[in-house]
């Protein structure tokens, strides 16, 4: 019997002649074509006189496509003809793409030929299933004395690392893709200034590019060009994670990847609901995030995620949603980087949600034991400035003002140090011995 499977499938997928609507009009952000019936998602070219323009299905409106360009819209006229898009939304994926930087779409954008990729990852994929994920028992090195010894993460942890303006956080992400122990560092920059891409690229990452891959879309691409920056990166990690290795997924933020989405979705009706923000932008948000983490196999991917507080201001809808939905997050402080203290993680507001199931029972009493001194001296600090304590009426205030000015030294590290594990365990232990 002739097996007719293959051609089965070949029919399903394909598609006949491929039929050709029109732009209608063109409204702010949002493209209106006629005479094309397509999903929400899927995505068209719309044909113009200095090359084609890519847009996405965002909804329908009496018998008319609302679709929003990935690229710039001038030049798009009436009556501009319209087709289906030859490939879905799938960026390239391949082992082409280390030590390289490309934008949303996998074009290089550092002035080297495309990379050669025989495979192409799908943005829209989905998360993987609840029960289909390994526990998450061990420890991820990253290198950080302060995040190893006191809010030590585990392979395939989903941590935020939520900072204001200005306190560091380009400099810890810098270290973590240098110092961190994985086999593969992807990096998304979403809604970044062009400079800082460059900067970044060249001064931070320096010698770890060559085993990381950069995905860019700066601030002035079109909102779902960031969006698709941030599930471009996404993808890129899911493709290395399947091949069995352990991924470091960076993502610089969050916050603009939620802005882009507001962006889009105002422009195509939908209505705010907190502060500017649509629904879609809180759907989307753990359809993003639940990507990384483990699967059913070998290989990971441990994600941080930068979410932007204005004024420092933890209450943020974004940030407040994001927090509720990763393993942990990271609070940089403004107070300490003031004082010159870098990295300036508050040990105090940040939490490692696998702390218990990454550490041994003398690795977990040296980190509560700092802690302690840490929260001990916070407490009593308004009393020690003003000059209202009085040594030897509380022993715990008196240990505590000998050892956290210790402590806080342990945790200034340079951006091109690194410390292994063992070593910063060791330091610790050292430090609250004194």
């Known amino acids: 019997m002739i097996d007719l499977g293959g051609y089965v499938d070949r029919v399903r997928q394909s598609r006949g002649p491929s039929p050709v609507g029109q732009v209608h009009d063109v409204v702010g952000l949002l493209i209106e074509v006629a005479g094309l019936t397509a999903a929400t998602g899927d995505r068209l070219v719309v044909r113009m006189a200095h090359g084609p323009l890519v847009v996405q299905v965002l909804g329908f409106k ?10 710039k819209s001038a030049g798009v006229e009436p009556g501009a003809p319209v087709r289906w898009h030859a490939f879905g939304p799938t960026v390239p994926a391949g082992d082409a793409l280390l030590g390289r930087v490309i934008d949303a779409f996998g074009a290089p954008l550092d002035d080297k030929p495309p990379p050669a990729c025989s495979t192409r990852a799908s943005l829209a994929r989905e998360p993987p299933p609840s029960f289909g994920r390994r526990p998450i028992e061990v420890p991820f090195e990253t290198g950080i004395r302060t995040l190893d010894a006191l809010l030590p993460l585990g392979k395939g942890q989903r941590i935020g690392l939520f900072a204001g303006t200005g306190v560091g956080k380009s400099t810890l992400l810098a270290m973590l893709c240098r110092n961190a122990k994985a086999d593969v560092v992807v990096v998304g920059l979403v809604g970044e200034r062009g ?9 931070a990452l320096g010698e ?9 879309a700066t601030s002035d691409a079109a909102p779902l060009v960031r969006v698709q920056g ?8 899911e493709h290395f994670r399947d091949q069995g290795k352990n991924v470091l997924l960076v993502m610089d933020s969050v916050t603009r990847y939620a802005m882009a989405l507001r962006e889009a979705s ?13 629904p879609s932008v809180f759907a989307a948000l753990p359809t993003l995030l639940e990507r990384a983490g483990t699967t059913d196999k070998e290989g990971s991917i441990t994600a941080v995620y930068t979410v932007l507080v204005e004024g420092d201001d933890l209450n943020d809808p974004i940030a407040d949603a994001v927090r509720g939905i990763l393993d942990g997050h990271i609070v940089l402080s403004r107070t300490l980087a003031e004082r010159g203290q870098f990295p300036a993680i508050d040990v105090l507001k940040s939490i490692s949600r696998v702390f218990d199931d990454v550490t041994t029972e003398p690795h977990r009493k040296l980190a509560i034991e ?5 929260g001990t001296y916070r407490d009593a600090a308004d009393l020690i400035k003003i000059g209202a304590y009085v040594h030897g009426a509380d022993p ?5 003002q000998k050892l956290v000015p210790k402590i806080e030294t342990f945790s200034r590290q340079g951006l091109t140090e690194r410390t292994g594990k063992a070593e910063a365990l060791a330091a610790l232990a050292a430090t609250l011995r004194t």
């Open 195 to 203: 400079r800082e891409v460059g900067d970044f690229v060249q001064k």
């Open 62 to 71: 009496n018998g008319r496509l609302l679709c929003a360009p990935l690229g």
């Open 370 to 374: 700092a802690r302690g001194h840490l």
């Open 396 to 400: 715990r205030i008196d240990v505590a």
């Open 208 to 216: 770890g590019l060559k085993r990381s891959v950069v995905v860019a």
């Open 266 to 278: 105002l422009a195509a009706g939908e209505p705010p609901v907190t502060k500017g923000y649509t």
């Open 230 to 237: 941030a599930l471009a990166a996404t993808a890129i990690a």
